[in-house]
């Protein structure tokens, strides 16, 4: 069965470039050694935060994936730049 993993945080518009730079070098470094990351999808939502949902193949490759995290040093970078974050994981039940 599919994971994901769900954020959701603000970026100041100033921030904005920088931080999809540094998440698009976030998402390849990632891959390359977890190629479990089969997509991403950042939307803006109409409060002006973001969603940021990671689908992976299974809840073990993203639980290997998350374990790995200290050895990304895009992470905190990426990250420095938003606000307010929160994130989940869960399980994909239906998909059309």
């Known amino acids: 069965m599919s994971a994901v993993r769900s954020h959701r945080y ?4 100033a921030d904005l470039e920088e931080f999809l730079a540094r998440r698009r070098s976030l998402i390849a470094t990632v891959r390359k050694g977890h190629p479990g990351l ?3 999808v950042l939307i803006r939502l109409d409060d002006d935060t973001y969603t940021d949902t ?3 193949e299974s809840a073990e490759q993203l639980g290997a994936a998350l374990a790995a995290l200290p050895t990304f ?3 905190p970078l ?3 730049l ?3 974050a929160t994130a989940l994981n869960g399980l994909l039940v239906d998909e059309h």
């Open 10 to 13: 603000s970026v100041p518009e």
């Open 38 to 40: 089969t997509r991403t």
């Open 54 to 56: 990671w689908h992976w």
């Open 73 to 75: 040093p895009e992470a």
């Open 78 to 80: 990426t990250m420095s």
């Open 82 to 84: 938003t606000k307010d």
